[in-house]
């Protein structure tokens, strides 16, 4: 089903990757732009959206990209008029920001909480502040949150912070999907579970003993279909609700974890 995205104008917030490899944004990116999409590759570092631009670019497709912290009102503005001024307007906003603070209540510091809210959280309130407007411009289209199966399950550590934070995600995609449905714009979130992307290589590898190769592993485990999930599967689901063939579908979770939330029950 080639050319899912054909004519859309698809801007990604976080579509760089934080190491080697392939993160969530950075697959849904080069992803969209397989589908026909043009691409505005969006990252607070420029150098890891320019890598995601030339791989675009590099099978045919069309990117641009642009340096913002989505933490910051003015930077998400700024956002949305350079895309607007590369391509016309906009018809699918991605929200892929994310970073991962491992503790509880005790072990999490205040700055800890404030910056794992303000990137995971504040962002997606700011990015939709300013796409929403564009959206209407064109008389519709979707916004895809990535949210996390943490929002409502402990996943093995304690992840307060993120936890909270990918929860008010899946709380602020139903809210709008609601009060924008009149304007023609859908709102959804995917819901990733156990993946094997850059992202939890540091993060995460302490809550594991330190033990990157036995983290990967005991994660694998912890998975009914027996294995961790990759960019390329929360690629495909966002693929899924930005394109029309989820035209009827606003406000899901989409859950895409290999059966683990049914384990963890």
Known sequence: MAGRMEGKI????????SGPG????????????????????????????????DLIRSEGGEAEVFAADVAKSADCAAMVAACRDAFGGLDVLHNNVGIAEVGGPIETSEESWNRVI????????????????????????????????????WIGFPYLAYTASKAAV???????????????????????????????????????????????????????????GDGWD???????????EARYITGAQLVVD???TLRAA
């Open 10 to 17: 698809v801007l990604v917030a976080g579509a760089g990757s």
């Open 22 to 53: 392939w993160g969530n944004g950075k697959a849904s990116a080069v992803l969209y732009a397989r589908e026909g999409a043009k691409v505005f590759a969006v990252d607070r570092a420029l150098a890891s959206a320019e890598e995601t631009r």
């Open 118 to 153: 303000a990137v995971n959280q504040t962002s997606v309130f700011l990015t939709c502040k300013h796409a929403l407007p564009a959206l209407m411009e064109r008389g519709g289209g979707a916004i895809v949150n990535i949210a996390s199966v943490a929002a409502s399950r």
């Open 170 to 228: 899946v709380a602020m995609t139903q809210n709008m999907a609601v009060q924008y449905a009149g304007h023609g714009i859908r709102v959804n979130c995917v819901l990733p579970g156990l993946m094997d992307t850059p992202m939890i290589r540091e993060p995460l590898a302490a809550s594991y003993g330190g033990d990157v190769d036995a983290m990967i592993e005991k994660r694998h485990k912890q998975v009914p279909l027996g294995r961790m």
């Open 234 to 244: 929360t690629a495909n689901a966002a693929l899924f609700l930005a394109s029309d």
């Open 258 to 260: 290999g059966g683990f």
